[in-house]
């Protein structure tokens, strides 16, 4: 269903010379990437409830949420609220806004997640961790009752890894035969594995909050059958976990210039 975003049109406005005329329209305001963002984000929190345990996500849409559960905790219109972190940058976000946190071995069965995804496809089906974050995600949002994915129109795609990497977390040890095999398995889509850098000059690999790499596959042609695709990418000695979430969404919330569309499972 669709729900309408604020006004996105402006309202009449006086133009030199006296009042817009009949065939004038007034300009279309142009939303932001983060406003776009943030709208998705306030309107997945409405999901909250006071005295849940909620999965905080990791990314620029996710901050927003986390954002606005803390405004709701200080006007008291939440509390008993316990946030279940899914990396160390947010943490450190929701520590630092006052929000209560605990972890899986604590609360095993989390009431809600919240958090962003890089793409999205026709089945729900996402893929998440260009952020470096899909370990800990993938652990907390399979651990919970229902899944709210934020994102803004352009994270829809007609197929996983269409837009760009589909992150797999490995360990450190001989990075390279790992990645190799990687390429391996999806030669007949093309694929190419890059080992996921800190962008220096130094070419220095990325560490993911769990002290291991990760390489991003690239695909020119559609993998096709995910749920394959995922159990061939798990049995490869030296893959931690991969950035596809099959099946996990229970609702994606994506904002659009035209409003907000809430898709459910």
């Given amino acids: 269903m669709a729900i309408p975003c604020p006004p996105l049109l402006g309202s009449e406005l006086p133009m030199e010379g006296g009042p817009l005329s009949p065939l004038s329209s007034p300009p279309q305001v142009v939303l932001t990437q983060d406003e776009l963002k943030k709208i998705a984000a306030y309107k997945a929190v409405e999901f909250?409830?006071?005295?849940m345990v909620i999965g905080l996500g990791t990314g620029s849409t996710a901050k927003h949420a986390v954002d606005r559960i803390a405004d709701l905790l200080r006007q008291g219109k939440l509390n008993n609220i316990i946030g279940i972190p899914?990396?160390?940058k947010t943490h450190q976000q929701a520590l630092s806004l006052g929000i209560p946190l605990s972890d899986l071995d604590s609360h095993p069965i989390v009431d809600l997640a919240i958090?962003?995804?890089d793409e999205v496809d026709g089945d729900l089906n996402l893929v998440k961790g260009r952020g470096g974050s899909?370990?800990?995600e993938k652990m907390i949002e399979s651990a919970c009752k229902k899944f709210?994915?934020?994102?803004d129109e352009s994270k829809l795609i007609p197929h996983i890894g269409a837009s760009g990497a589909m992150p797999v977390e490995i360990v450190p040890f001989c990075w390279k035969f790992t990645q190799e095999r990687l390429q391996?398995?999806?030669d007949y889509a093309g694929c190419m594995a890059k080992l996921r850098t800190n962008g220096d000059e130094n070419g220095e690999p990325f560490v993911t909050d769990n002290g291991n790499y990760i390489i991003d596959l690239y695909f020119k042609k559609d993998i096709g059958d995910l749920k394959a695709s995922s159990d061939a990418i798990l049995r490869l000695a030296g893959v931690v976990e991969h950035g596809m979430f099959?099946?996990?969404a229970t609702t994606v919330i994506v904002a659009g210039e035209l409003g907000v569309t809430i898709k459910n499972k």
């Fill in 48 to 51: 909250v409830q006071s005295g």
């Fill in 86 to 88: 899914t990396s160390k």
């Fill in 115 to 117: 958090d962003g995804a």
């Fill in 134 to 136: 899909l370990l800990r």
């Fill in 148 to 151: 709210v994915v934020i994102v």
């Fill in 184 to 186: 391996q398995l999806f």
């Fill in 246 to 248: 099959l099946g996990m």
